[in-house]
């Protein structure tokens, strides 16, 4: 399991998909969570930075667990989710700063994976009881939700898949990122082309219902 | 109401009566319908102690709300009832346009009971069930049977020769090869003297959010004809594009399972099946995937064979010949045989005699005997009654029960577990015996989906069944095809029940309704005395190592993965859902069992 956590916590600091500290990940072992360390770096994870502590129940543990112990709690009770990743994607959670109730990817990529990312908000954002309910409600109907200004939550049957929707998801805001900051270029430079930008996908006036 | 009718036909036999009767729509949302309401019919009306083949057992032939709803693989239905070859639960699955036209006759179940008197057959439309006597269709084969009751704008299931002699892994079929085939569910229509039914329905089921049922079958196409298992592979091979893939990886199993590597697959592969044997495509109803094969030989044509009973009747047996093969493929469907446990019978058969524990000609590799024993078995000619019990009983009689390659008496499919361990908890567990479709670990052990795992490891695989299996009961129980599993998940299925109900169902609704209809099943064994004991893998396959082949040296750790698996699912150490659990899935107040042993839990 270790080298599991150690290749996708690489991966997501490699990516730039969260901060040298930033980020957690678990994964649940029956009625066991296996949680990273608080203040652990996902890029350099060893055998101590993975904690084990109750599904249910407080152990000595949870004085070294991730300070989101509580939200991934509540995810397990909730879903049947095995696998957790947390992170704080940039351009995605600069996108849950500007977007009212959900992020809808634009490109083929992200429509086929994602559809829909909601994105919900809270007024204490870190470790607490407020985004552990949200979190296990948005997670029985979706793989992945954003928390304004804050990050992504995202589950999968195994760490990969919950791997893949953080990473899904931050392409894809690059992209309309990147869309529509050629769509502001083009209003004072018109030699970049037309301002509009060109649908090619099938109800995708739908996506917003996903 | 879309989605379901809230309306069971009920008939019983010695009564000679036919009856509708309302059902409780919570009890359809709770169990969904298919396999689940067919798990909840059995569990609330036939305690397991009755004879399997007596008046008191019933068949429920049960669809689901997708069924004969028109959307990629909504042509599925289910058919339950104790079995007479395991003592377990048992659902067959089937692609018949039976039961799209039991839906369109207006029924969420078609609910039999009883023995009549003299052999019959079921005519069902939506103003009830009439009974027919059957004297001139008992004795025929299922496509005379089925060419005889054939009618425009209606679908017809029988029994062979098989169900009729009662052979306990015979099977419920139409003229299309399409079974309801494992656990001897045509054992039980033969045992009730019921040779035939025949739906009549034209009404087609409504939708309660058209607009949105669009747009989740769209993406839902969308996905299928992207991915490449749905798009090509099985379009282009149909299930028998495993025989290559299989023997590569070293789980193809051979000769009784004594090897993972058959030094002839090539000679039956799907590949060969293609290039020499293949008449053209076809689908079940309402599917795009298509992984149906119209075949010919030099003398015959139908349909098939399939990967399993490739293995089965193939690399199994030790034989090669692919014409003869595929004959016997025919002569199954014929007959109304379940293949699977045909092999499985023939190989365990084959063993016996070559260690001289069975008095008998047979050995791997003779292609020559294996038409006339399938013959004897649905007969139940000779040794052929012996056969026709199925591998378990035949091994006890011969004192070497080891040598049976089954779980609760159901032979195994052709996945060799000790090549990938995550599949050999899943035949140990499943509520049926050994089965491949209850959860199948193909996907992440060999396919990559939803991504590949180390398939030689035992640690982390209990959870991920788990949900695997609960995913394959909301498949079974809605009435699609698990062929689409490959390309679209539960968030698919979630979106397209709650567009055509109009009832909202989170994701995790539908894995919860899985887990519901899981428990129960479970219950029901519990009942019917199974216990941890029971789930388990022949001893073959937890101490000999495979000697050659690309799963060399291994063997199953289920012990490691069993008390794993229980404390994942919320069990005891014992197998037993405890109090809790079953509270929690709204399963309390059907649990049967005594006081005594629910406290113990």
């Known amino acids: 399991m270790l080298e599991q956590f150690q290749k996708f916590g690489q991966d997501l600091f490699a990516r730039g998909l969260t901060s040298s500290h930033g980020g957690n990940m678990s994964a649940r072992l029956g009625d066991r969570i296996l949680i990273t360390r608080t203040g652990a770096m996902l890029n350099h994870l060893t055998e101590k930075d993975l904690i084990e502590t109750g599904l249910e129940e407080n152990d000595s543990g949870v004085m070294l667990a991730s300070s989101e112990l509580v939200v991934h709690r509540a995810i397990y009770q909730n879903t049947s989710a095995l696998a957790i990743v947390h992170v704080h994607p940039p351009i995605a959670v600069a996108l849950s700063l500007v977007e009212q109730d959900a992020i809808i990817p634009i490109d083929n990529e992200g429509s086929y994976v994602l559809r829909k990312v909601p994105i919900v908000q809270a007024e204490l954002t870190t470790g607490s009881k407020e985004v552990a309910k949200l979190a296990a409600k948005m997670l029985r109907e979706y793989k992945i939700f954003m928390l304004r200004g804050h990050g992504c939550f995202s589950i999968g049957p195994v760490l990969e898949e919950a791997y893949q929707w953080c990473s899904s998801l931050e392409e894809a805001c690059r992209i309309i990122y990147l869309t529509r900051l050629l769509q502001l270029a083009q209003v004072g430079v018109p030699a970049l082309g037309g301002a509009e930008r060109i649908e090619f996908r099938k109800h995708s006036e739908d996506y917003d219902k996903w | 109401m879309d989605g379901w009718h809230a309306r069971i036909l009920r008939v019983d036999l010695s009564q000679g009566t036919c009856q509708v009767e309302q059902i409780d729509r919570q009890i359809l949302s709770q169990f969904l319908g298919g396999r689940g309401l067919g ?36 042509g599925r239905s289910s058919l339950s009832t104790l079995s007479p070859l395991t003592g377990t639960v048992m659902d067959s699955n089937s692609g018949s346009q039976f039961g799209v036209r039991l839906k369109w006759a207006g029924y969420d179940a078609l609910v039999i009971r009883g023995v009549a008197e003299r052999p019959v057959w079921l005519e069902v439309d939506e103003q009830g069930g009439t009974l027919h006597t059957a004297d001139d269709l008992w004795g025929l084969e299922i496509p005379q049977t089925i060419a005889k009751l054939h009618d425009k704008g209606a679908s017809a299931v029988c029994i062979g020769p098989a169900g009729e002699n009662l052979v306990l892994f015979s099977a419920i079929m139409n003229d299309e090869g399409k079974a309801y085939g494992r656990g001897g569910v045509g054992a039980v229509m033969g045992s009730k003297n019921l040779k035939a039914i025949r739906a009549r329905g034209q009404h087609r089921p409504g939708v309660a959010e058209k607009e949105a049922l669009d747009f989740v079958e769209y993406e839902a196409r969308k996905m299928i004809s992207a ?87 193939g690399s199994n047996l030790g034989i090669a010949d692919f014409e003869t093969l595929i004959e016997a493929n025919y002569l199954c469907n014929r007959l109304g045989l379940d293949t699977i446990s045909t092999g499985g019978t023939i190989g365990c058969a084959m063993e016996l005699a070559e260690h001289g524990l069975l008095n008998s000609e047979l050995r791997f590799g003779r292609a020559d005997l294996l038409l006339s024993t399938i013959e004897d078995i649905a007969y139940r000619r000779g040794q052929g009654a012996l056969l026709a019990e199925g591998s378990r009983r035949l091994a006890l009689r011969c004192e070497a029960p080891e040598l ?54 035992a640690e982390g695989k209990a959870g991920l069944l788990i949900v695997l299996q609960h995913t394959s009961a909301v498949i079974d129980s809605i009435g699609m095809c698990k062929f689409v599993n490959f390309a679209i998940g539960d968030e698919f299925f979630a979106r397209m029940l709650s567009a055509v109900t109009g009832t909202h169902y989170e994701v995790q609704d539908l894995q919860t309704a899985g887990e519901r209809i899981w428990n129960l099943e479970r219950l029901y064994n519990l009942q019917a005395g199974f216990s941890r004991a029971d789930d388990t893998l022949p001893p073959r396959l937890l101490a000999e190592p495979l000697e050659k082949g690309g799963s060399r040296g291994r063997t199953v750790d289920l012990d490691a993965m069993l008390g794993e698996y229980y404390r994942f699912r919320g069990w005891t150490q014992d197998g037993v859902p405890t109090p809790r659990k079953l509270d929690a899935l709204g399963l309390a107040d059907l649990d049967k069992r005594p006081a005594k042993e629910t406290i113990h839990a």
């Not at chain 2, 036939?46 to 997708?66: I, R, Y």
């Not at chain 2, 990938?420 to 959860?439: D, F, K, P, V």
């Open chain 2, 227 to 313: 991915s490449p298992r749905t798009s090509q592979g099985l379009p282009e091979f149909g299930t028998s594009v495993l025989v290559n893939l299989m023997n590569w990886y070293g789980v193809l199993p051979t000769r009784n399972f004594q090897q993972g590597e058959f030094e002839q697959a090539e000679a039956i592969s799907g590949e060969r099946l293609r290039e020499e044997f293949l008449t053209k495509r076809s689908a079940c109803w309402s599917c795009p995937i298509g992984c149906k094969r119209e075949t010919h030989t030099a003398t015959e044509k139908g349909e098939g064979p399939e990967y399993e009973t490739i293995f089965a009747l």
């Open chain 2, 39 to 74: 798990a909840y019919l059995l569990y609330t009306e036939v305690p397991p102690q009755v004879d399997p083949l007596g008046p008191d057992n019933l068949l429920a032939f049960c669809t689901g709300p997708m069924t004969g709803v028109q959307v990629p693989t909504g």
């Open chain 2, 404 to 457: 049976a390659m089954q779980v609760k008496g159901l032979e195994m499919p052709g996945y060799d577990p000790r090549g990938m361990q995550g599949q050999g908890l899943l035949y140990a567990t499943s509520n049926r015996g050994a089965c491949h479709l209850r959860g199948n670990m193909l996907g992440p052990e060999l396919l990559g989906l939803p991504k590949m795992l180390d398939r030689f490891a």
